[in-house]
Structures are given as structure tokens and as C-alpha cells.
């Protein structure tokens, strides 16, 4: 059985490789910086507010509602759908306000916005 770890592994590593100790030990590229709009922060934009400019203008306007519905301290969004719709007649889809983060994000999304989306 072969020896895991020691120094013949890192010998054959070296060999493999073709680096050297202090090419290994050489400080690599640094890790991305995140981006803080990320994470989703209650009353915080949607996006950093210094790329508004780049955002198409659906996105720039759901980023403005979104902020005066924190403000107000509003905690979701209410849907009304038709009979239409689902055929259950007229009813309401609540959309909290973490989930529109997710979708401006392409994060995870939830079911009651893949509902709105489908209508």
C-alpha cells in the first residue's frame, strides 16, 4: 500500500507539477470581492446604488417601488390573480420582499414568484 502524505508525496508532486517550493508558496490571486447587495439587508437597494444607471428600466423601477415599500415598512407584495389565472377563482399571491432579492440576483426563487411569473 502506498504512503499517503510524507515527503516522497511531495517530491512526486514537485515532479508532477513542475513547480517548485516557492513557486507552490507564491501568493496566487487573490479571492473576488463580494458584492454587499448580495445579501439581502431589509431596506437596503436592491443593487448597488452606484450601477442603477446600468440597469434596464423594469428593474430600475421595481428597485425604486422596492425601497419605498421598506420604507413604508411593508413586508411583501400582494398579487391579485383571476379566475383566469389557476381557475379557483379570484385570490391573492403574497410575495415577500426577500424573494424580489432573489429574483433580481437569479438566486433561488420561490414558488409564489414562479406563479407570478407564469401568469
Given at each position: ?19 517548485n517550493?516557492?513557486?507552490?508558496l ?6 473576488p470581492?463580494?458584492?454587499?447587495y448580495?445579501k ?13 444607471g446600468?440597469l434596464?428600466t ?9 425601497m ?13 390573480i ?18 424580489l ?5 437569479l ?5 409564489s414568484?414562479i406563479?407570478?411569473y407564469?401568469?
Amino acid at each position: 500500500m502506498e504512503e499517503v502524505g510524507g515527503y516522497e508525496s511531495f517530491l512526486r508532486f514537485y515532479e508532477d507539477t513542475g513547480l517548485n517550493l516557492a513557486e507552490v508558496l507564491a501568493e496566487g490571486p487573490s479571492a473576488p470581492e463580494v458584492d454587499p447587495y448580495k445579501k439581502f439587508v431589509p431596506g437596503q437597494s436592491l443593487y448597488n446604488p452606484e450601477k442603477l444607471g446600468e440597469l434596464g428600466t423594469q428593474m430600475y423601477l421595481l428597485n425604486g417601488w422596492y425601497m419605498s415599500a421598506s420604507d413604508a415598512g411593508q413586508i411583501y407584495l400582494s398579487v391579485r390573480i383571476r379566475n383566469h389565472h389557476y381557475f379557483r377563482g379570484n385570490d391573492i399571491i403574497y410575495v415577500e420582499l426577500p424573494e424580489l432579492h432573489q429574483l433580481c440576483h437569479l438566486d433561488s426563487l420561490d414558488k409564489s414568484l414562479i406563479s407570478c411569473y407564469c401568469l
